[in-house]
Structure formats: C-alpha cells, structure tokens
C-alpha cells in the first residue's frame, strides 16, 4: 500500500504562482509514477500532468503546457507541482495521484492510489 499526502494549496491571484508537493510513504519502490488530477466545481476529475519514475519523463494536459511543470526527488517519493501564469480557470482541488504501471496516463481508474487533495483558487 501507499499512501500520498499533498500541501501547498492556497489562494492567489491570476497571474501567480503556486507550488504543490505530494509525498508518498509505504510500498513506494513499487511506482510507476506520479502525478495530478484536478477537479473543479460542478465538473469532472480532470487529468493534469504525470512524471514517470523510470526516466524522469513528463507529460501535459494542453490547457496547463508551459505554465505548470512537474519534478520529482532524487528519493522518488516526492513531486512537485510548480504552477505559474495561474488563471481564473485553473481554481480546483488538486489530487495527487501515483500509479503501478504503464498505460493511459490520463486514465483515472489506471491510478491506484490518492491523495485527499488540496485546495487551489485563483481569483480575477
């Protein structure tokens, strides 16, 4: 088993910036990788970005490209979120998300364990 804890939510204003973290603790050798989903108000859990452990790769939803990047710990159990350019539209809770194995890096069921979430509201 595996268990993530995420920080780092807040508010701010559009145009900022935000960093999130999520550690991973447990049966963590096991990751595949690790990454964020994001829900807002009224609207589906959406995929954000996920990093694969094996060779530090890392992949976007467009809509956060070039704004949003992700990074990770030498010790594999941490990623990072960093969150630039923020705007109105990317208020939502953040859910950090880890998985076991290759495939579908948007899919949602494909990720084994979550995180609570935490937080992000970005005001105009």
């Known amino acids: 088993q595996v268990q993530l804890v995420e920080s780092g939510g807040g508010s701010v204003q559009t145009g900022g910036s935000l960093r999130l973290s999520c550690t991973a603790s447990?049966?963590?050798?096991?990751?595949?990788?690790m990454g964020w989903f994001r829900q807002a108000p009224g609207q589906e859990r959406e995929w954000v970005t996920t990093?694969?452990?094996?060779?530090?790769?890392?992949y976007y939803e467009d809509s956060v490209k070039g704004r949003f990047s992700i990074s990770g710990d030498n010790a594999k159990t941490t990623v990072f979120l960093e969150m630039s350019s923020l705007k109105p539209e990317d208020t939502a809770k953040y859910y950090c998300?880890?998985?076991?194995?290759?495939?579908?890096?948007?899919?949602?069921?494909?990720?084994?364990?979550w995180g609570q979430g935490t937080l992000v509201t970005v005001s105009s």
């Open positions: 447990g049966q963590t050798n096991s990751l595949y990788g």
């Open positions: 998300a880890a998985r076991i194995y290759s495939g579908g890096l948007w899919v949602e069921k494909e990720y084994a364990y």
């Open positions: 990093l694969i452990w094996s060779d530090g790769t890392s």
